[in-house]
């Protein structure tokens, strides 16, 4: 499932529909990065998707953490389902 902001060209993805109404909600960019023979750490792709979950994984009760208050909240920002 994929979320965007309205006005905006991006999108993010999440695990399901009801990711816009948890407390865990966190879209941002994700860097990946691989080792160079230098020894430093390169920068790769950057994947736009849910923060909490790229660095922990998701809750494993996160059907808990839905709130359709925040849903709402959120949709009002502009934060919608993609296509």
């Known amino acids: ?3 965007r902001r309205k006005g ?3 999108s993010y993805w999440m695990v399901d529909r009801k990711c816009i ?3 865990c909600f966190s879209p941002g960019g994700f ?3 691989g080792a160079t023979l230098s020894g430093s750490r390169n920068t790769g792709a950057v994947s736009l998707t ?3 979950n790229a660095y922990h994984g998701c809750p494993d009760q996160k ?4 709130q359709i208050d925040l849903e709402r909240t959120r949709k ?3 934060w919608r389902n993609a296509a």
């Open 8 to 10: 905006k060209p991006e």
């Open 21 to 23: 109404g948890r407390e």
């Open 63 to 66: 059907d808990e953490l839905y």
């Open 76 to 78: 009002s920002e502009g």
């Open 31 to 33: 860097q990946h990065r």
């Open 50 to 52: 849910c923060m909490r």
């Open 1 to 3: 499932m994929r979320v």
